[in-house]
């Protein structure tokens, strides 16, 4: 009975952004206005009724009922309870009822909080956002029922695949939902201000705030997902270009521009086109990750439909909504007139600079992505990894980040470049000192080099343009892009080194063995067998010193899980300040003498962590100028409370003295 | 120094435009340099990549053609589609699923004695996740195994 009211609720919930898209629509138009009133409490219910059918999703497989489909194919009685529960979105049904839940509920947020844009924008963001819902809906009701019934009842389901059962993906595909589905938001709110023709500072500002939530999302999640990568899949390496990565670097990179241009917009009233542009380019990059990552045209753990139908169905809604959304731009772009001008030596100049980049990385990306797509499509197999993406990338973000070194210190509208150089001795001293340094490490390589030098001349330099205030008393929202940007250069700092310093040790190990990899020494101590809930694993037991320091122990296994049958390396990693000690248990190898050997991979990578780390200073930094905005928002709507409640008690007196002065 | 430009927006667009065609340009021009190309070994037999070029071969391993290197960690062994033999050694820990008879895609580079040199191999992960060359492998699979 269950999944049949789950089916329901989102028929339901479907109807409502039906309602959603008309009311809003109308209230639009002459005659329409009275409709307008039920726009919002509609998006809120309709955001509860999806969160609902989701809640009795994963009560389904919490409880393992066997008689729905998506629950016997892709669960299991004998796993533990949290991969249950994660397991409802490590499929492609449910990842499309998480999607459509974000999304109904960000509406719904948007519908109950929002109030600084004027109402007729507002009722055409919220139809905005039901048309886009309205497609996903139509996607899970027609093309991928979560709620379907499978006869006869199987004996037990067929598990989760093992690569997936891992704490990280219980937080990793939500938090990229939230990024991407955020995101939906910002469209909306453009294609609201272009219908209304309401592009201005007031429509940057109401935007920016659900841009930074979505950024800091997919900030958090990219994180996650290359820490993920880095530990689960054993290689060692923590970027590879994979499609499926850019699939969520590209939404990131567009909002990462769109952040920057909306402050413009915001602040100067200028790059208004150009703001509303990014906020179509944000989403439909959400949309296209969505499509390669689910429509089964590349393979990876993510592709989980292989229905054709399912692809099919995603390129049209993608060509619906990007290409609706473009044209609507084309028409509309005209309309919005010019903004404030500027110098190019000014606060926006640097920030256009920004924009110009991140979408030029944003589109070498892209083709890079699509490009073995379209030659397989004319009878040719590429793939197309790091040799490509790596410096064609560098070529845009290194000018990026050596406008990012003054950047933040100019003016807006006109300033001088005498004014700020000589701040600039300082990051320029701490460049040539780290390259030096690097240089001295034996570094030869070019990008490793920059990105070893330009990293801490970064960090530094970030922190300039707090010079003169008061520390304590600087704005949150300064700070906020004060850490972002040392974030930024801790994780190329990070970056570059895994490159520039990594060492690598394949070996096959006797028990009892000590090899070296750089500065530590690694002792096999014994390899046995050991058991957990669904699997089984050899399991080493490595006892490693750093520079004859003291003993630490790793336990690297390679498991064989039994449901489904599989088996991976589950690596084993050791922290310490300067870097990570990443171990790979392999097979078992007989030598010539029939003794047995074990294959051991061993890698030293000094200061690989701060990427990591990097990446979570710049969502902190994210983070904290939500913090000051959102506080901004509730100071003003306080006093606007408190000056009308003021005003309807002059009005009352006023209006009683005219009564009493009537009645005399 | 301001713009003094009239149009300040058809500067910006025209900044932006530029930018955008160089970086599509150098895309291109970087992709017909760094891309790796898809061969089986019929393909690399007859008309093989010219050294130093990363690509990817994909075939069968030829039933007891696996063999162990003394220092317990590389493998030789051939990749056929049942028209040619292709060489091929991996240094590293081996997938899970990688065994004789089965289906391998190695990235890597044909060595000069033509012996492939690959630094990785894919191999059929589990029954739902198969490198997607080798879905279309399945045909040369039972090619092979008509002729037993």
Do not use: C
Not at chain 1, 34 to 55: C, S
Not at chain 1, 477 to 488: D, E, K, N, P, Q
Not at chain 2, 30 to 50: G, I, K, T
Not at chain 2, 84 to 110: D, M, Q, T, Y
Request: net charge positive; charged share 15%; aromatic share 10%.
């Amino acid at each position: 009975m269950l999944p049949e009211i789950g089916l329901g609720l989102l028929w339901l919930a479907a109807a409502l952004a039906g309602l959603q898209l008309l009311a809003g629509g109308l209230s639009l138009t002459a005659n329409g206005k009275g409709m307008a009133g039920i726009v919002r409490p509609v998006a809120m219910v309709q955001g509860v009724l999806a969160a609902a059918a989701l809640g009795i999703l994963i009560w389904l497989f919490v409880e393992t009922d066997l008689s729905v489909k998506l629950v016997a194919e892709n669960s299991h009685s004998a796993k533990p309870l949290m991969f249950k529960i994660a397991g409802t979105w490590g499929n492609h049904e449910g990842s499309m009822l998480l999607w459509v839940t974000v999304m109904g509920l960000g509406g719904a947020f948007v519908a109950a909080v929002e109030r600084r844009l004027p109402e007729p924008t507002m009722m055409a963001t919220l139809a905005g956002q039901a048309f886009v819902s309205l497609g996903f809906y139509a996607f899970l009701l027609f093309a991928s029922n979560p709620f379907a019934r499978l006869y006869p009842v199987p004996e037990d389901g067929n598990g989760l695949n093992p690569l997936l059962q891992d704490p990280g993906l219980a937080f990793h595909p939500p938090t990229l939902y939230l990024g991407y589905v955020g995101l939906s938001i910002a469209f909306s709110f453009a294609i609201g201000a272009l219908i209304t023709r309401q592009v201005g500072p007031d429509f940057a500002r109401a935007m920016r705030p659900w841009v930074l939530g979505a950024w800091i999302f997919l900030t958090v999640g990219i994180t996650a997902g290359s820490y993920w990568a880095y530990y689960v899949l054993g290689w060692g390496g923590w970027w590879f270009w994979d499609p499926v990565e850019n699939a969520s670097l590209m939404p990131w990179l567009a909002a990462t521009a769109l952040l920057h241009s909306a402050s413009v917009l915001a602040a100067r009233n200028a790059l208004r086109a150009w703001t509303v542009m990014l906020g179509v380019v944000a989403f439909s990059m959400s949309m296209v990750g969505t499509f390669l990552v689910r429509s089964g045209i590349l393979t990876s753990v993510h592709a989980f439909a292989v229905d054709p139908r399912r692809g099919g169905f995603i390129l049209a809604l993608l060509a619906i909504y990007i290409g609706g959304a473009l044209l609507l731009f084309a028409l509309r772009a005209a309309t919005v007139t010019e903004g404030e001008r500027f110098a190019i030596t000014s606060r926006e100049g640097a920030l256009v600079f920004n924009n110009v980049m991140l979408s030029s990385i944003l589109g070498i990306t892209l083709i890079g992505t699509l490009y073995p797509l379209f030659t397989e499509a004319m009878g040719t197999k590429v793939s197309v990894g790091p040799p490509y993406f790596t410096p064609v990338s560098a070529m845009f973000a290194v000018p990026m980040f050596v406008v990012l070194l003054f950047g933040p210190m100019l003016r807006w509208r006109r300033d001088k470049f005498s004014r700020i150089s000589p701040l600039l001795a300082l990051p320029l001293v701490v460049a040539i000192a780290a390259g030096g340094w690097a240089l001295a490490m034996g570094v030869r390589h070019v990008l490793p080099l920059l990105g070893l030098a330009l990293g801490p001349a970064l960090v530094v330099a970030s922190f300039l343009p707090l010079r003169g205030r008061s520390v304590l008393r600087a704005p949150l929202s300064l700070w906020g892009m004060v850490i972002a940007h040392a974030g930024i250069g801790v994780a190329l700092f990070g970056m570059a080194s895994d490159s520039a310093f990594t060492v690598e040790r394949l070996v096959a190990a006797k028990v009892g063995e000590v090899n070296q990899v750089g500065p530590w020494s690694i002792k096999l101590a014994e390899v046995a067998p050991i058991a957990g809930p669904n699997w089984t694993a050899m399991e080493g037991v490595l006892k490693a010193r750093y520079d004859g320091g003291a003993e630490a122990t790793l336990r690297p296994q390679s498991r064989t899980f039994w449901a489904p049958l599989q088996t991976n390396a589950v690596s084993a990693l050791k922290t310490r300040w300067n870097g990570q000690l990443y171990t790979v248990l392999g097979d078992e190898t007989l030598s010539d003498k029939g003794e047995s050997r074990w294959q051991l991979r061993l890698w030293w990578k000094p200061y690989v962590p701060l990427i990591w780390i990097g990446g979570l200073l710049v969502a902190l930094g994210g983070g904290l100028a939500l913090l000051s905005r959102v506080a901004q928002d509730l100071k003003r709507r306080i006093a606007r409370r408190k000056g009308d409640h003021r005003r309807d008690e002059v009005t009352a007196l006023v209006q009683g003295d005219t009564v009493r002065g009537d009645a005399a | 120094m301001a713009v003094r430009a009239k149009h300040q927006r058809l500067v910006l667009l025209g900044i932006a435009l530029v930018a955008l065609i160089g970086a599509g340009l150098l895309a291109t021009w970087a992709l017909r340099s760094q891309a790796s190309y898809f061969y089986v070994p019929a393909d690399m037999a007859a008309n093989p990549p010219e050294a130093d070029r990363a690509v990817r071969l994909g075939g069968m391993v030829e039933r007891g053609s696996m063999k162990n290197a003394p220092d317990g960690i590389t493998v030789n062994f051939i990749v056929t589609d049942g028209k040619a033999r292709i060489p091929v050694r991996f240094a590293g820990i081996r997938p899970a699923l990688f065994v004789e008879g089965s289906g391998v895609v190695a990235e890597g580079k044909l060595g000069p004695d033509g012996t492939f040199v690959a630094d990785n191999l894919l191999a059929k992960h589990d029954e739902k996740y198969v490198p997607r060359e080798m879905k279309d492998m399945q045909q040369a699979r039972k090619a092979i195994e008509n002729t037993k």
